[in-house]
């Protein structure tokens, strides 16, 4: 089994995928890790890891408030705050929301960051739906 000595880190893919060929775990390095790293910390509600209860950013408490420049700015902080905490490899330049779907239920989060040991600059988009599921016939 390779061992990757990536400096910008190298972790379990999520969902942890398994080989039985190989027997090894799927896993991630360098900017793929990080991408990794953002999609879970937003979709984390706090108090869903059980080492680390506070842990997540509780997007999901937000989805029917009006969507007011107000809700906006906190939703903005919101995010930052838990990358700032959770995620030491990068510094975020800019966090924007695309609302022009949000009569569809659908508010685009962008991150621009760059990653700290590198000075490379990256987009990360998480979608946020308001509603959850699909249609079930």
């Not at 800019?94 to 987009?123: C, K, Q």
């Given at each position: 089994?390779?061992?990757?000595?990536?400096?910008?880190?190298?972790?379990?893919?999520?969902?942890?995928?398994?080989?039985?060929?190989?027997v090894?775990?799927?896993?991630?390095?360098?900017?793929?890790?990080?991408?990794?790293?953002?999609?879970?910390?937003?979709?984390t509600?706090?108090?869903?890891r059980?080492?680390?209860?506070?842990?997540?950013?509780?997007?999901d408490?937000?989805?029917?408030?009006p969507?007011?420049?107000?809700?906006?700015?906190?939703?903005?902080?919101?995010?930052?705050?838990?990358?700032?905490?959770?995620?030491?490899?990068?510094?975020?330049?800019?966090?924007?929301?695309?609302?022009?779907?949000?009569?569809?239920?659908?508010?685009?989060?962008?991150?621009?960051?760059?990653?700290r040991?590198?000075?490379?600059?990256?987009?990360?988009?998480y979608?946020?739906?308001?509603?959850?599921?699909?249609?079930?016939?």
């Amino acid at each position: 089994m390779a061992i990757s000595k990536s400096f910008l880190g190298t972790g379990w893919g999520f969902p942890p995928t398994f080989s039985n060929k190989s027997v090894t775990v799927g896993m991630l390095s360098d900017e793929a890790d990080i991408e990794s790293s953002l999609q879970i910390l937003l979709s984390t509600r706090k108090g869903e890891r059980v080492l680390r209860p506070d842990y997540g950013c509780n997007l999901d408490e937000l989805v029917f408030e009006p969507l007011t420049t107000t809700f906006e700015t906190y939703i903005k902080d919101l995010i930052a705050t838990a990358i700032l905490y959770y995620e030491p490899r990068i510094d975020v330049n800019r966090i924007n929301l695309d609302d022009s779907g949000v009569f569809e239920g659908r508010i685009v989060i962008s991150i621009d960051y760059t990653i700290r040991s590198t000075n490379s600059r990256f987009n990360f988009v998480y979608p946020f739906y308001q509603t959850e599921g699909t249609e079930i016939k």
